[in-house]
């Protein structure tokens, strides 16, 4: 039996500290106290003192709490049980069912060998057109979603569980809302795609140690289920309440901030999370889709600055749409190739139009002549954004790209497209009614 | 040999605290016992009888208490045939044989040796016994690849020493001893292929070292022409995430003339590492036939592998790249990136409760920054040949503000600035580098006057074409006009590169410099054009001309044809030359005849 420790000498925020021997750094420890019992981590050691951060926080933690340390660090379990279930960031159920104890596995473990990583080959088919079409994500990529509080993100999260065609979702939420939890439970429940889920969730009333777990705990599992040959979808959201967790534990803990409170090795922290993404040789794989609110809708605030420095392209969420300037998937044209023979012609020519589109809309907007060349392209726009762009489209890729063809018939003759004549005969629509010079006339 | 031995007093992060009995040098290997594994670290601070050790590993599970060993050694890498081609962690551990050891991740405590004890090579003498060696003289070669690889007396050996004996020509195993030395105190030392050299402290066995002078050519237009680098010098590319960084190096390591690329992997995307892994050991050197891999190193700590190898994986690099110079090489040294580095060295910082710099890097990053591009120069060797170490690194400055500590610190010591910018990369202008903002102190491989004459009209373009956003192009007067399109035509076909172009991917000096006549002809003419329209329209004809032009083989048939309507399309319009620009033009070509 592990000797109980009843005196704390120090609880400054969510850390305790007390004088005991033989601790190992990261160990856990069970502190009870009047309000039940919590979970902490070794986070310091120096001499016999040591430091942890306890997971249900300092509030109400009394100095003569009985603190018992564990002798291993933090393990969650791991088993086909866990489809459908949701758990909190310390993996207790969160639904009315039962812990899970067995074949526990640790979280946060190594990185994987570089030399031992394939380069991305094989599409995930969402059914959105922005991302098949336009910003096709790929296995094993990483890629954030940018967008200010107030835009869809956790619908689009939602539309991405259930459609994409992996074979497993792991779902971790960091300070979501209540709501936003019931909100993806029920969504996902009606949906039918809840007993390929598995939730991890704190919610913004939980203790904020516990959100840090959060991407650690669905990714361990991750990896083990792709280990086994799955084709696993990380979601996490939101990242950017993970990184305000650690900027809220480096300062209680007195570390030297680096940029506007955070602390100087968040680079690192999230890197660490999101590099774990990868595709298995002769196994399956991992992909990571995060969101990232950023405060203020400022790209340059640290935690997106660091996030698109880690990830592979980026998401832009505005005005309640993917925003086809600045969204990216860099590891796009690694299977867009393979596609369809249109795929990457029309992706580029149908962005060229909607640029020259916004150009005309600017100058509509400051009061100069439409030409019927603007005329036709605010038409397209309007068809564009109607058609493509709006978050409820379901359509597979082929589909997308039939429709593509089709808006462009709509709206133009086939060589003000700027497209090669070979694709124009091959894909060229015929017997499209052009309503434009009727309504510019 | 000290043999001190210490034992854990705190753990913090991936900051251990030891107590230690006896001796300890600042940068000294420790290994920490914990159950069956030893962690290697390293000392940073010494206070009393307690050392601060850098862990280059995960610290999760060590106690207090826990034993640790001194090894008495700084941190070294191993140098010796049988480098290139690898593939290396920051502590030089094979990437590859720690797959094939432990799978899928890395494993803890698993140290492998950088180049296999077992590996044999053709040993050919070139010393006898009786002569007079020093440290960095070569006593054999071994034949690696298409270079000779130089077997050298070991660079820390002081004083001069005598060949005792030296094996005849054959194959011997690196290990084996090949030459046996002796000093005048009748000291003596049995030289394998292998030696050890400590990766803080720059290689200094060379006679004397040369202002850089010689361009090294990239093949990229751009930097080739207009913001040069020069052999032995040192360049940085900052730029916010997206625009380019990473792929403009992999373009470098690519088609850079020069003998050796050495690429350290920074804390960086693993995904970027991958792509270089799997392609180079596929794609032809152009220069000798051989594949790429052949005469690349890869240093690669990516950005989940443990901080503190981070910021070892920059000295590893540099050192075998001043090792491969004292074999007159030019070796080319890519860093990716250089901010992650120095974020590195702000964590252990902050973990030694130092007093905090602007960001809170510590105060002597500049310095830190500053001689590790000192490490760069060329060099004459004792034996008279010259070798160079160029060091290229990109900066990723927070919120893409240039103004920030790492950057600033990067260009007082640089020789070229090659910045990018997000709103290039977002018109897909590639290479997105920043053609008023750059600068390079080196000289351009094409005339210095010419080039400057261009970039002026390059400036004076951009100005027109801010006044054109306000007052329209109907409140420009046509030579405006027509100065903007020169610098667009400027940017569109010969600034912009298309780098999945088989041709226009990578342009050789001799291209460039033949390429350049023509385009200087179009940007120093004036044209006889009588209105915006017909102005627009025959830019967009010279344009469409030369963008074939660039897509063309080098003298080929279509190269030629190309050329010629060209020059056929400028005398069509063409009133005269600049004065100003005819006057440069005499005197250019005055100097080059």
């Known amino acids: ?441 | 040999m000290t043999n001190t031995t210490g034992k854990v007093f705190g753990v913090n992060g991936n900051m251990v605290t030891v107590t230690f009995e006896g001796d300890v040098s600042l940068n000294e290997v420790g290994y920490i016992q914990v159950g069956s594994q030893k962690l290697k670290s390293e000392v940073i601070r010494i206070r009393g009888n307690q050392a601060e050790m850098q862990v280059f590993e995960q610290t999760g599970g060590i106690g207090v208490g826990d034993t640790v060993e001194f090894t008495g050694e700084l941190l070294a890498v191993t140098l010796g045939p049988g480098l290139l081609g690898q593939v290396y962690d920051g502590l030089q551990n094979p990437l590859p044989q720690l797959a094939e050891a432990a799978g899928f991740f890395l494993k803890r405590g698993l140290y492998l040796d950088a180049i296999d004890r077992d590996s044999s090579w053709e040993f050919t003498p070139k010393t006898e016994k009786g002569a007079t060696v020093r440290a960095g003289d070569t006593i054999g070669t071994v034949p690696e690849g298409i270079f000779e690889h130089r077997v050298m007396v070991p660079f820390g050996l002081a004083g001069e020493w005598t060949v005792q004996s030296v094996v005849s020509k054959g194959t011997y195993k690196v290990t084996d001893t090949v030459c046996e030395i002796a000093d005048a105190h009748g000291n003596t030392r049995s030289l394998t292929m292998l030696f050890e050299w400590p990766v803080k402290r720059a290689i200094s066995v060379f006679e004397e070292r040369y202002k850089p002078s010689e361009p090294m050519v990239t093949k990229v237009r751009m930097i080739d022409t207009f913001f040069p680098v020069a052999r032995g010098g040192t360049y940085c590319i900052p730029g916010p995430f997206g625009a380019g960084k990473t792929v403009l190096q992999q373009i470098t390591s690519r088609h850079a003339e020069v003998d050796i690329v050495i690429i350290a992997a920074c804390g960086e995307r693993a995904g970027e590492v991958v792509e270089t892994l799997q392609e180079f050991p596929e794609l032809t050197d152009p220069r000798t036939g051989r594949t790429l891999m052949e005469r690349t190193v890869i240093i690669c700590n990516t950005s989940s592998m443990p901080v503190a190898s981070r910021e070892a994986s920059v000295y590893t690099a540099v050192t075998i790249a001043e090792y491969y110079r004292q074999m007159g090489l030019n070796v080319l040294l890519l860093a990716d990136s250089t901010s992650r580095w120095a974020q590195a060295m702000r964590e252990m910082s902050g973990r030694l409760e130092e007093i905090p710099g602007e960001e809170a890097f510590p105060a002597y990053l500049e310095s830190v920054i500053a001689s590790f591009y000192e490490r760069a120069g060329v060099v004459r060797l004792k034996d008279g040949s010259m070798g160079s170490v160029t060091i290229g690194g990109t900066v990723s400055p927070a919120g893409g503000n240039f103004e920030e500590p790492v950057t600033q610190a990067t260009l007082k010591v640089v020789g070229a600035f090659h910045g990018l910018s997000r709103d290039r990369s977002d018109a897909r202008k590639y290479p997105a580098i920043h053609p008023l903002e750059s600068w390079s102190k080196y000289p351009s491989a094409i005339n210095d006057e010419l080039v400057a004459y261009c970039r002026d009209i390059l400036v004076r373009g951009n100005e027109v074409s801010q006044m054109m956003k306000v007052v329209g192009e109907e409140g420009t007067s046509l030579d405006d006009y027509i100065l903007y399109q020169k610098s667009e035509f400027l940017d569109s076909v010969y600034l912009q590169q298309n780098s999945f172009d088989p041709i226009d991917g990578s342009v050789t000096i001799e291209r460039q410099r033949h390429i350049f006549r023509i385009l200087f002809d179009v940007l120093a003419s004036e044209f006889d054009l009588h209105d915006k329209d017909s102005a627009r329209n025959y830019f967009n004809q010279l344009r469409q001309i030369y963008l074939d032009y660039n897509t063309s083989e080098w003298e080929s048939d279509a190269f030629g044809k190309n050329e010629k309507e060209l020059k056929k399309l400028i005398d069509e319009k063409k009133k005269g030359y600049d004065p100003v620009a005819e006057d440069i033009r005499k005197r250019a070509g005055s100097a080059e005849g």
């Open chain 1, 1 to 441: 039996m592990k000797k109980v420790y009843s005196r704390i000498e120090e609880i400054s925020g969510n850390v305790i500290t007390v004088t005991a021997d033989g601790v190992r750094y990261s160990e856990l420890a069970l502190v009870t106290s009047g309000h039940g019992k919590s979970l902490a981590e070794v986070i310091r050691l120096r001499g016999n003192k040591v430091s942890l951060q306890v997971y249900s926080g300092g509030r109400g933690v009394s100095t003569g709490d009985e603190v018992q340390f564990l002798g291993k660090p933090m393990q969650v379990s791991f088993s086909e049980n866990l489809l459908g279930r949701i758990f909190d960031g310390s993996g207790r159920p969160r639904d009315k069912g039962p812990a899970l104890e067995e074949n526990l596995i640790e979280i946060g473990g190594p990185s994987v060998n570089p030399s031992k990583r394939i380069i991305p080959r094989n599409m995930i088919r969402t059914g959105i057109p922005m991302i098949d079409l336009f910003n096709t994500l790929v296995e094993s990529q990483k890629l954030p979603i940018f967008s200010v509080s107030g835009e869809p993100y956790n619908e689009l999260l939602s539309r991405i569980a259930m459609q994409a065609e992996v074979d497993l979702i792991i779902l971790g939420g960091m300070g979501l809302k209540y709501d936003d939890f019931l909100f993806f439970r029920d969504t996902l429940e009606k949906g039918g795609a809840m007993d390929r889920t598995i939730f991890f969730v704190h919610t913004a009333s939980d203790p904020v140690v516990e959100c840090l777990m959060v991407p650690d705990i669905s990714l361990a599992v991750a990896e083990k289920f792709a280990l086994q040959g799955k084709r696993v979808l990380v979601l996490l959201t939101d990242m950017t309440n993970f990184a305000d967790s650690l900027k809220e534990i480096a300062i209680t803990m007195e570390q030297v901030p680096s940029n506007r409170g955070y602390p100087g090795d968040l680079y690192s922290q999230l890197a660490a999370r999101y590099e774990k993404a990868v595709d298995f040789e002769g196994a399956g794989s991992i992909t990571t889709l995060g969101v990232t609110s950023m405060p203020g809708d400022d790209v340059t605030h640290p935690v997106p600055d660091n996030t698109g420095y880690i990830t592979e392209g980026q998401y832009y969420l505005r005005g309640g749409r993917i925003e086809p300037f600045g969204s990216l998937s860099r590891l796009k044209q690694m299977v867009n190739n393979t596609t369809r023979g249109d795929h990457r012609a029309l992706m580029d020519g149908m962005i060229r139009l909607y640029a020259n589109y916004k150009e005309s809309v600017e100058k509509k907007s400051m009061g100069f002549r439409m030409s019927e060349w603007d005329q036709k392209l605010l038409r397209y726009g309007s068809l564009f954004e109607a058609k493509m762009m709006d978050l409820s489209v379901n359509i597979p890729l082929e589909e997308a790209l039939d429709l593509g063809w089709q808006i462009l018939a709509e709206c133009f003759d086939p060589e003000e497209t700027g497209m090669q004549s070979k694709l124009l005969t091959e894909f060229w629509p015929k017997n499209v009614e052009r309503s434009s010079e009727q309504e510019s006339a």
